[in-house]
């Protein structure tokens, strides 16, 4: 069993915190789908067209998170992210469902299923009724989970039938996201709660944002698994 990645100490905090809903998340029968080829191709095709969903409300709140920085450096990495998601993630999508005759105008305009909508709004409401800090525990997992299935399913995998999308979140490229994700949440924990951020009284409250962000990527797997 691959070990769990070194993303930080934020990460391996709120991983552990959360271990039951991360064990779920990170190896739901979809994800063993993609590692093993068994997943049929139209349930991988419709989690695509609703993932590109909500890469647009992602980057969304990942722009929001420049407006909740105080730092530049935070600025700086939201931006970034912003432009990775709409100009490299998202584009991977659409040329992955163009060869079944599916439109970026089709993509953008595609309705999306109630559990993409209430992961969605979870985490821009996080951002717009909280601070920076309750921004970034509900996008981690996202970031830190898809990450981690990129490197499980690197080593784990058995089937080529999925290996783009596997490559994508195992290559290097993706996995220096995570990490610099996790240092800068580093650094603005400490600078916002202290060096002891984890026996602060905010910390509660953002672990449970973080697990629920993570039960949310679950009901996502479980849309998936459903299919259209």
Partial sequence: MTNAPDYGRAFAAWRKASETSWRDYTRHDFVNGLGDG???????????????VYLIHYSRAWALGVVKAETLDEMQLCSATVDALVNGEMQLHVQTCARDGISEAQLFSAAEEPENMAYTRYVLEAGFSGGFLDLMAALAPCVWGY????????????????RKWIDTYAGDDYQTA????????????????GDDFEN??????????????????????????RGA
């Fill in 38 to 52: 068994t997943l049929p191709r139209a349930n991988f095709i419709h989690y695509l067209i609703q993932d590109y």
């Fill in 147 to 162: 990450g981690e299935i990129g490197a499980i399913l690197a080593n784990e995998g058995s089937s080529e039938t999925y």
């Fill in 200 to 225: 602060s009284p905010s910390w509660p409250a953002l672990c449970k944002k973080f697990e629920t962000a993570t039960r949310l990527e679950i009901g996502f797997w479980d849309m998936g698994m």
């Fill in 178 to 193: 995570c990490v610099n994700v996790g240092k800068l949440l580093d650094q603005a924990l400490i600078a916002r709660l």
